[in-house]
């Protein structure tokens, strides 16, 4: 029998132990292929293309840190199995095989697995190509067609990839071979001889640097001493490696100290089943302590990226829309291009003209000394367009989204539009608010002073043409308006403005300039909509990719882990069926054991992925609440799921002595 024949019999019959592995191998290839389709795929190079955005090359930079992702999930996976199948090596190695041949064996599985797993995934990335493409244009709000993704770029380079890391991974099983003699191979890994007792002092230690860590990056970067342009990189440095270390600080000595103690508390330790598993415990800490530390910062990355990624995206998209509310703005429209604009809406069989409204805009400046070593968070505003208390009533009306009526201001009060959002107006209220301002027009010698008396977190005018704006009493405007040059603007209100691409267009062709592209003549809800969306919507699309990358690699390191325990700790639990405890029992135990390797490292990760979030929120100001909750709660029952079926597996692995 030749050795590709010993491989073949040996998958063969023994397919349940070897779809595991598979199992890993078809999903990051999966991943792999399809993103990478993406990238390759025409419609949506079209679509970058046209907003010129370089989201392709977007994608291709992203598929290099999914390869260095997806090698590392492969490895960790192909590692462990390995590894669980030390006493089978050396069974061929008391046979008589040489250790080359045992290498050759183990190439000719792995190449049998990896020809499955890219055979399997790409088919199924073809499959499912669709829905991956279909769900980018509905995160980047695109109604676009899309089909089936076969691309034969993205199936050499998923070829290629993998052959490299097929080569990787047998390299690793030789080494397992030739490093550990027979009798090692036979040999389970050596439980802890003198069990850890933890150590208070170095607990203390790792909760300060997590502690501290978490003080820094919820610090702000523009006030803090400790993010200065001289400490900046070292704090950044210390964020990231101190709360690691401090995380197994915390992981190495205090869960040991914790069970220490509950194993000196006799009434605790042997009520029930709690001998077996605080003993079990006790034995695997420090080995646990490292493989914790890992799951604990992928389960952070993974909602951090997806939390901070979930946040922008709202917060973006919100403002995009607040910060746009008419359909088409022009600045110094003349009356033939009006009437062009008007006869382009009327022969759109999408869109008819609401109404069209026009205003007159006054430029004025602050005069303010700023203040350079102020934080920019901290600075007033240094410019303001000023329009009239009856125009602002007039447009909110007319928009009926729910603006605020203003009944009257006094001669020298305003009231702020800004679509920044109630977050971030709530924090920058008291700088507007604080004294009032003086204000000089262009082209007028007078000065005048204006107390802000309110923020409104809403604009009536589209912020690319009209970015600070605020409302004065009618008489005032007057005056101002004797003296001054104003910015006049035309509104023309349509409807579907967000599937307005073809008249978008036309209109761009009367006013000039390049369509999809910002324009100082013109302001148009759906490229400035359209714009940003689909830039945010390629970076959270590439943002949940990674996110599911570390989720895999998190679940593959804990299955793989237990799997490995499972096979090592036969003999013990059939000790124990030996002795009457029935399967339920067993269950019990392990569901115990394992516990602490998901619920650990979790709270570590939700703990650690809050205070990235807060940092993003008092940095960018930026509301957290809903997406930190919706990716927490989401990976949180997934976690859940995950623990059940490893708790599953492992009972049934020493219950039935099943490989």
């Known amino acids: 029998m030749t050795l590709f024949n010993i491989a073949f019999t040996n998958v063969r019959k023994n397919f349940n132990q070897f779809s595991m592995y598979l199992g890993s191998l078809i999903l990051s290839v999966l991943i792999y ?16 293309d046209k907003w010129g955005i370089g989201g392709q090359g977007v994608f291709l930079a992203a598929a290099i840190v999914l390869i260095l992702f997806v090698a590392f999930f492969v490895f960790y996976s192909s590692n462990y199995f390995t590894r669980s199948r030390k006493r089978e090596l050396g069974l061929y190695s008391l046979l008589g095989l040489r250790k080359g041949q045992i290498g050759r064996i183990i190439f000719y599985e792995n190449l049998m697995m990896h020809l499955m797993a890219v055979v399997g995934g790409i088919l199924i990335g073809i499959f499912f190509s669709k829905f991956f493409s279909m769900l980018l244009f509905r995160i980047m709000d695109l109604s676009i067609p899309s089909g089936f993704t076969f691309s034969f770029s993205a199936i050499l380079s998923t070829i290629f990839v993998f052959g490299i890391i097929l080569v990787v991974t047998t390299a690793n099983g030789y080494w397992i071979v030739y490093r550990h003699s027979m009798v090692e191979l036979f040999k389970a890994d050596a439980r802890e001889k003198n069990p850890a007792k933890g150590s208070l002092t170095l607990s203390i230690v790792g909760i300060f640097l997590i502690g501290f860590g978490y003080f820094l990056a919820t610090s702000s970067v523009e006030s803090s001493i400790f993010w200065s342009n001289n400490f900046f990189l070292a704090t950044t440095v210390f964020v990231l490696f101190g709360v690691v270390l401090g995380t197994w600080l915390v992981l190495r000595f205090l869960f040991p100290y914790v069970v220490y103690k509950l194993f000196l508390n006799k009434s605790f330790f042997y009520k029930g089943t709690n001998i077996l598993t605080v003993t079990w415990l006790r034995y695997r800490m420090k080995k646990t302590a490292g493989t914790l530390t890992m799951i604990a910062v992928l389960s952070a990355t993974t909602l951090t990226i997806i939390g ?39 022969e759109s069989d999408s869109h008819t003209l609401i109404y069209h409204e026009t205003v007159d805009l006054y430029e004025a400046d602050v005069l303010e000394n700023v203040n350079e070593n102020v934080p920019f968070e901290e ?136 369509p999809y592209m910002w324009n100082r003549s013109l302001s148009s809800f759906y490229s400035n909509y359209h714009l940003i969306s689909t830039l945010i919507g390629v970076m959270l699309y590439i943002g949940m990719f990674m996110g599911f990358v570390f989720f895999a690699a998190t679940g593959s390191i804990i299955y793989f882990k237990q799997i490995t325990e499972a096979v090592d700790e036969r003999p013990r639990f059939a000790v124990l069926q030996k002795m009457g405890m029935s399967h339920k029992e067993i269950r019990t135990v392990i569901a115990k054991q394992v516990l602490p390797v998901f619920l650990i490292p979790l709270i570590l990760g939700v703990c650690h992925s809050i205070a990235a979030m807060v940092s993003l929120s008092v940095n960018l100001m930026y509301s957290i609440g809903a997406p930190v909750l919706i990716s927490t709660t989401i990976y949180t029952v997934f976690f859940i799921i995950y623990y059940f079926v490893c708790v599953s597996t492992y009972t049934n692995m020493v219950s039935n002595g099943d490989d």
Do not use: C
């Open 379 to 514: 600075q007033r505003m240094t410019y303001f367009e000023v329009m009239s208390l009856s125009d602002y009533n007039r447009l909110a009306k007319k928009l009926n989204n729910h603006s605020q009526q203003v009944k009257e201001l006094a001669a020298g009060e305003a009231i702020y539009l800004s679509p920044s959002g109630r977050f971030e107006n709530k924090k920058r209220m008291h700088l507007y608010m604080e004294k009032p301002y003086t204000l000089q027009f262009r082209n007028n010698p007078n000065k005048y002073t204006l107390e802000i008396v309110d923020v409104y977190s809403h604009a009536v005018l589209n912020t690319d043409m009209a970015i600070s704006v605020l409302v004065i009493n009618d008489a005032l405007y007057k005056e101002i308006s004797q003296k001054s040059m104003p910015r006049h603007i035309d509104i023309f209100q349509v409807t579907n403005a967000d599937k307005a691409e073809a008249l978008d267009h036309k209109i761009q062709d009367i006013v000039g300039g390049d």
């Open 33 to 48: 292929f399809t993103f990478v389709s993406l990238a390759y795929n025409k419609s949506i190079g079209l679509i970058f």
């Open 308 to 346: 901070a990624l979930g946040s922008i995206y709202m917060n973006i998209i919100s403002f995009a829309e607040s910060s746009n509310p008419n359909s088409y703005q022009t600045l110094w429209s003349t009356q033939t291009e009006r009437e062009k604009i008007y006869e382009a809406i009327k």
